[in-house]
T-cell receptor, first 115, second 112 residues
């Protein structure tokens, strides 16, 4: 399995509070991604990073920000959590120089409940 | 924009073959993927096929690609109860830096 961990694995928070999710990889892959998974919607890309300090928006980026200060860590922040952000969040990594370059490997997920 | 479509449910009997179908829209996709998700877990890469291939076989898994019709299928031979999961088809997003577009997933139920 790809060396990807996510923390926390479960979180319950209240509306209006800030929340930061962490993705950590030990594979030295260049690209990192944050997705959310919701019933009826499959996986939707929130933000992605193509290098340290290089990030871009995905399909559903409103209400989320990201930071990547080191190759191994990609942080997802909900500045002021809302109930619509209750979801399962997955981190993924890929590297164009590794095998089938666009293949993404996923972390175990973080279940977030916003009350 | 790009879109990936899959049927939502498939039910088979143990020992039968399962065929999960997917259609996609981006003809410039380099790779197409099948991922498996078991309950409470992340997505596990099952297999992928390069866009210039028609078929790829890997043990019980056979992937067929029809580029003309933009149709991808995953066949699981001798389906077992451990194959019960959600299966996602994904295509690479044309012109992107490796972004994937996922279908909504097909839930495979295997009955003993």
């Amino acid at each position: 399995d790809a060396g990807i961990t996510q923390s926390p694995r479960h979180k319950v928070t209240e509306t209006g509070t800030p929340v930061t999710l962490r993705c950590h990889q030990t594979e030295n892959h260049r690209y990192m991604y944050w997705y959310r998974q919701d019933p009826g919607h499959g996986l939707r890309l929130i933000h992605y990073s193509y290098g340290v300090k290089d990030t871009d928006k995905g399909e559903v980026s409103d209400g989320y920000s990201v930071s990547r200060s080191k190759t191994e860590d990609f942080l997802l922040t909900l500045e002021s959590a809302t109930s619509s952000q209750t979801s399962v969040y997955f981190c993924a990594i890929s590297d164009p120089l590794a095998g089938a370059g666009e293949t993404q490997y996923f972390g175990p997920g973080t279940r977030l409940l916003v009350l | 924009g790009e879109d990936v479509e899959q049927s939502l449910f498939l039910s088979v009997r143990e020992g039968d073959s399962s065929v999960i179908n997917c259609t996609y829209t981006d003809s410039s996709s380099t790779y197409l993927y099948w991922y498996k998700q078991e309950p409470g877990a992340g997505l596990q890469l099952l297999t992928y096929i390069f866009s210039n291939m028609d078929m790829k076989q890997d043990q019980r898994l056979t992937v067929l690609l029809n580029k003309k019709d933009k149709h991808l299928s995953l066949r699981i031979a001798d389906t077992q109860t451990g194959d019960s999961a959600i299966y996602f088809c994904a295509e690479t997003e044309g012109g992107s830096q490796g972004n994937l577009i996922f279908g909504k997933g097909t839930k495979l139920s295997v009955k003993p």
